[in-house]
């Protein structure tokens, strides 16, 4: 069985107890079929002889349908490609059958075919029936159907629907779901997924004092209300959104106002706003109505969605550079809310989804008749919003009544200047009309330092409150360019939607606007078939740390099908049942038995599904990069909870690095790593390390590596030994004894009691570093002080600090 | 260390127990998998080299800036004799800067070695080494400013982030020494794609350069961030590496099946390793008085420059895949808008001696033999004048290789009469790219992974080897 055999297997039921590495010998002949042979057979061979016809009755798309052949009989004999007749017609043998007929493939693509002929012509079939390439009929393009909730063998476990699904797969194979897990647990995990931070000790107290039955819901609710909750689900969606504080690239200057929309998307999580609306005010917010200057503002600001990604600002050809943003906004839409790779019908139609070049530039009409930038001469510039407000209206006249106060004097100036030169005329000379040529030297250098002066101010302009944003723009409709070339057009395309998405009407757009809000409205319909699917499961993904989908940015034929596909959609309609609101979703998960299971598995269940595709036990999951970081602030005490703002000390659009290659960002805060400047093409090095998504595009699913440089970090940075030393100062001051220290420090750093024996184990050690470190160190407090930095360091870097179970 | 009982459920993390490092290639590639949590459970496991191997390694002097072909490697008698008229056909369509007319090169050019390739007064001692040398002058590349064009050089794309040349080739070889990076880049410039020059990107993070400083950095000061340990002397370490050893098992005990717990652990055993033979690879202090001479050392003109060649040997002999060595310095070097006679006179100078110190060095230790050496800039420059110096010119440029599997002595493709545009046997930045990893023993068309739905490679969908080049 192939690798690929087995995802889609995998894909579809569950998985064999011993997956991939006995199948590794086949990988490298799945590989060079699917690298090339199948591409070969699918751009020169399936028009013909594919899905849609088959001349001279012959199919090439799946090794059955080859070997039965068409009219001539077989076209291969596997192993023996001198007596096959498709070799007979590549290389054009026979003067009655020279395929393909519009040109001989290439020698390498013959020679290619011959060595898959002589391997046996292994054909990973189940592709071809997974994915029956741009197949309009894929599930993902229908709207889900309505889902009965499963019934399930044992009543007494499901808390919550979504029980009943998770249930009914494991029933399926006879396995058990885990045990609950135990209360500690549970607290520290909820509070790391819903805040991104540890709990305190009085957290866990008051939690595991808590005997009454929703004690659990209770905490939920606690966290969700609380302002840390926006910052850590924020930070989820601006991974989705690319969002950086610089734009990258080649020219990578300061987006000085993008923490506008940073702090829009935070305070959009904290107020629950319905996801359909939010999804709205991202791509249409300019057009939306409003209630106040204070709506308003916000809708601008939401627009920084469009306008926040890497753009390559000294692209000397203009036309290319528009067109290149164009396509930028078009990937991310497509990745973004609908899981779908549009980007890739730019220069050809998409190879596995139905998705046209002409549907790619029916979008494109919608994303070129809307301004991103308001010049692209090099270095280009993108528009902002001004932001009006009572602030913006004093910073408006303050600079007004400067320029105004220096017209002013350069005017006196010229009076007081005008009057001596006068005065130093012949009494019988008569006046020039102009007399500043006759100004001393001073004179004239002093005016035009005053005239300089002027200027520059004029061209700084006021530094008024703007955000980063899209607004209307010429309406057109977009030719298509061929191969993706702005010199190449073909024909005008109308702007539309992708008519293989079935479910919402096709909206109508018109010459006077972009028609960005007629496809926002598209994109929220109830009964547009990605959407909301495409968000509840990366909401899943971020509860449990694999989505339904795991391909969270790729619904199409080559992302992966959903292990519980009913429950995706079920999700899905619950979620437009509740209005889109996004908190009443996480209670729905947390609250029910498959969330708060324990990472311990039944070892059955584990013997079959060792990868948890049924979410039969909970999963270990590492802190994220933002996470350690701010648990290494918060531990040690020294976490600054201030909210919002910027962040940057470069001004906007000024360059964040240049030739001189020098750092001028300063990562020394103590806020919350979220607010820490995002610095495309020079991530922060620890947040580098630890997985950070590029944030130069939308990652819903972060990996996670283990590399030693990791573990560098974590043993010799300063910031971490900086953490470890006020931990262990606040040990040494608060606790009276070692063992109490030891408990407070297990508690802190672990949420959970020492165990005696971890205790005595720790006193042995702090034992043995003092005796290490006497030889250098004679001071006894010193010593002692040193050990406690030194265990402290240790607790910090294992793995129990770093991972959640 | 405390061998506790082994949990049940651990057999999939003792596989991929040592795949933390930069070594064993399969292990590395389960590593990929198992980390790719985005992307389907077929990762690639590519079996390497595809066929054999003419260079082990390779080291990338790039010449950031752009150096220019007409007054270095590319003489154009009729650029001479033309001087001060205008180009006689049209200048491309996307220019960077507007540009006047013809500007003779101030340098007289002159044939050297046995095969007397030509190479201007700027580099004395590199044009006692042409017979190794193999010039490529028909390069050609999409972008005119430095952003594009350098991550295009870099990575092959001007526009998007892509995984490293670099990366790839650690991708598809690993190291040979499992305490060290595959893929080291030393002092490059965090301008122009900055850390994606050296990314893996959506390639495992095992795969990304290491840089040892930047750009803003002199040599002698280039290290490794976090490589060394302000508070804890050796033995304190070890004690706490024992100690979070104990502690680590004890929690993968209670905590359930998750490889990368096991992997953590032997990441640590792994950091503490390389925390000596990281320093040590970097340290040139014990090379020889004549060593350091023979790489400009004793001269502060070319000693900064030189101290990173004479890294690179050292990596390179310690069994790395990829170097990277970037003459920058606080100035985008070699791009002379202006001032072209003592802008490129200044940078020739720095780097003319150590590369060819470095050639020797190579040759007379037998690593020529098995390792490719790439020179050259993001672009080349314009023959037609901007002031006093020239503009950047993506359409026709050149770079040389040598070493592993490359002609020496030889002349390859040309450009036009004034050296403007690439004309005969022209070679893409793609087509060097594929031609490099042909030399690796990698198929650049079958180097490829997999990410958001469909297989990458370096070279996009371009790409041809050039084959008259190969030995």
Sequence with gaps: MSVLMCVILLAQEPPPAEASTAEASSSESTRFFETSVRPVLFEHCYKCHGPEKQWAGLRLDSRDAILKGGDSGPAILPGKPEESLLVRAIRHEDDNLKMPEDGKLSEDQIADLVRWIEQGAPYPDNVATRTRTRDPEHWVFHPPAEQAIPEVKDRAWPGSPIDHFILAKLDAIERAPSMQADKQTLIRRVTFDLTGLPPTPEEIAAFLGDQSPDAFSRLVDRLLDSPAHGERWGRHWLDVARYADSNGLDENVAHGHAWRYRDYVVSSFNQDKPIDRFIVEQLAGDLLPFDGEAQQQVQLTATGFLSIGPKVLAEVDQAKMRMDIVDEQIDTVGRVFMGLTLGCARCHDHKFDPIDTADYYGLAGIFKSTRTMDTYTKVAKWHEHLLPSAAASAIQAEFDAQVSAKKQAIEAFIAEADKQARGSLAADQAAPERLDSRYPESTKMDLAKLREALSTLETAGPDLPSTMGVTEDDVIDVAIHVRGDPLKLGEIVARHVPPVISGPGRPAFSSTASGRQQFANWLIDPQHPLTARVFVNRVWRWHFGRGLVRTTDNFGLLGERPSHPELLDWLAQRFIADGWSLKSLHRLILNSSTWQQSSIPDPQTLENDPENRLFGRANVRRLSAEELRDSLLAISGRLDTAVGGPVLKVKNRGYLFDHTSIDLTDYTSIRRSLYLPVIRNNVFDLFQLLDFPDPAVPTGDRVTSTVATQALLMLNSDFVIQSADTLAERLLTEQESNAQRLAALTLIAYGRDATTEEIHSHERYLAQIEEALSGTEQDLTARKRQAWNALCHTVLAANEFIYLK | ?471
């Design chain 2, 1 to 471: 260390m405390v061998q506790l009982e082994t949990p049940f459920w651990s057999r999939r993390g003792m596989l991929r127990q040592s795949a933390v490092g930069f070594g064993s290639l399969a292990l590395a590639s389960l590593l990929g998998h198992e980390s790719q949590a985005t992307e389907s459970a077929n990762p690639p496991v590519p079996a390497l080299p595809h066929f054999p191997a003419r260079a082990k390694r390779i080291i990338f002097l790039f010449m950031s800036g752009g150096p220019s072909q007409v007054d270095t490697f590319d003489p154009k008698p009729l650029l001479t004799r033309d001087d001060g008229k205008p180009l006689p056909f049209d200048k491309p369509r996307v220019q960077f800067n507007a540009t006047a007319n013809l500007m003779k090169s101030p340098w007289r050019f002159r044939q050297y070695g046995e095969s007397g390739v030509w190479v201007s007064d700027l580099f004395p001692h590199l044009a006692q080494r042409v017979d190794d040398l193999c010039m490529i002058h028909s390069m050609h590349g999409t972008n005119p400013a430095h952003g594009g064009a350098v991550m295009k050089i870099h990575s092959g794309s001007d526009n998007f982030v892509r995984p490293s040349i670099g990366s790839w080739v650690s991708y598809g070889l690993g190291t040979e020494n499992e305490n060290l990076p595959a893929f080291v880049t030393i002092c490059p410039t965090l301008a122009f794609g900055g850390i994606n020059n050296w990314s893996s990107a959506f390639l495992p993070a095992v795969y990304q350069g290491t840089p040892f400083g930047n750009a803003s950095v002199p040599s002698d000061k280039a290290q490794v961030k976090y490589i060394r340990n302000s508070r804890w002397s050796k033995a304190i370490q070890e004690l706490q590496l024992r100690r979070l050893a104990e502690m680590n098992r004890e929690h993968q005990s209670q905590t359930g099946p998750e490889a990368s717990l096991e992997a953590r652990i032997s990441s640590f055993e792994l950091a503490f390793r390389m925390q000596s033979a990281l320093p040590k690879a970097e340290d040139i202090s014990s090379e020889s008085e004549s060593m350091q001479k023979l790489y400009g050392l004793d001269s502060p003109v070319t000693a900064n420059f030189g101290r990173m060649c004479l890294m690179a040997r050292r990596f390179a002999e310690a069994g790395v895949r990829f170097i990277q060595v970037t003459h920058n310095d606080d100035k985008v070097q070699w791009d002379q808008h202006s001032d072209l006679k003592p802008g490129h006179e200044k940078n020739a100078r720095e780097v003319d001696l150590p590369i060819a110190g470095l050639l020797a060095d190579l040759k007379a230790r037998g690593l020529l033999e098995d390792t490719l050496i790439w020179w050259g800039g993001e672009f080349g420059r314009t023959p037609t004048a901007e002031g006093s110096g020239r503009d950047h010119n993506q359409e026709g440029f050149t770079m040389w290789l040598a070493g592993g599997g490359v002609k020496g002595g030889m002349r390859y493709g040309a450009t036009d009469d004034y050296g403007y545009y690439a004309t005969e046997n022209k070679v893409h930045i793609h087509d060097m790219h594929a031609t490099i990893l042909h030399l690796l023993g990698l198929d650049h068309e079958r180097l490829t992974y997999r990410y958001a739905g469909r297989d990458f490679r370096l070279t996009d969908v371009h790409g041809n080897v050039v084959t008259d080049v190969l030995s």
